[in-house]
């Protein structure tokens, strides 16, 4: 796997987004409900579930780069049949729910950051994940972006 500069750039922007995340802005607090406070600690939980088995999945072909590494094989079964970018999409709903058990609308904006963050991410690696994989456009085809059921999973 050669590691490109954008590899690089996006590594070091979801460090920051990470760090980011790890901070509060007080006057963006708000209260929640009982009911929505426990709906999103189990979508927290779900999310956690849902990030493990893909690492677990991806084994020795896990990477911080959006590059594919090198002779690795295309994951479609499992979490992957789920959604094209699990690791994202539990990234995305982990934060958001997390976000909204504190009652942190900072923690929640980041949450949607981290969206469009990954939504970009993830088209420049789909590019190399088509380079790599030809089987690669039939898996898109059938399988959404972030969750194969959510309307943005933009499956092209």
């Given at each position: 796997m050669k590691i490109s500069k954008t590899d690089i750039v996006y590594v070091l922007i979801q460090l920051v987004l990470f760090s980011?995340?790890?901070?509060?802005i007080r006057i963006l607090q708000f209260s929640i409900p009982k009911y929505i406070e426990s709906l999103s600690l189990a979508?927290?939980?779900l999310s956690i579930i849902f990030l493990i088995?893909?690492?677990l999945q991806l084994n020795k072909y896990l990477s911080p780069f959006p590059t594919p590494v090198?002779?690795?094989?295309?994951?479609?079964?499992?979490v992957f049949a789920?959604?094209?970018h699990p690791i994202y999409s539990a990234i995305i709903v982990g934060t958001?729910?997390?976000g909204l058990f504190l009652g942190?609308?900072?923690k929640t904006l980041l949450a949607v950051v981290f969206l469009f963050f990954f939504y970009f991410k993830t088209n420049y690696e789909e590019k190399k994940l088509e380079e790599q994989f030809h089987e690669y456009n039939e898996y898109k085809k059938k399988t959404g972006r972030f969750f194969t059921f959510f309307f943005l999973n933009q499956k092209q």
């Open positions: 980011l995340f790890l901070f509060e979508l927290l939980l088995t893909a690492f090198k002779n690795s094989k295309l994951v479609t079964n499992g789920i959604s094209r958001f729910s997390w942190s609308g900072y």
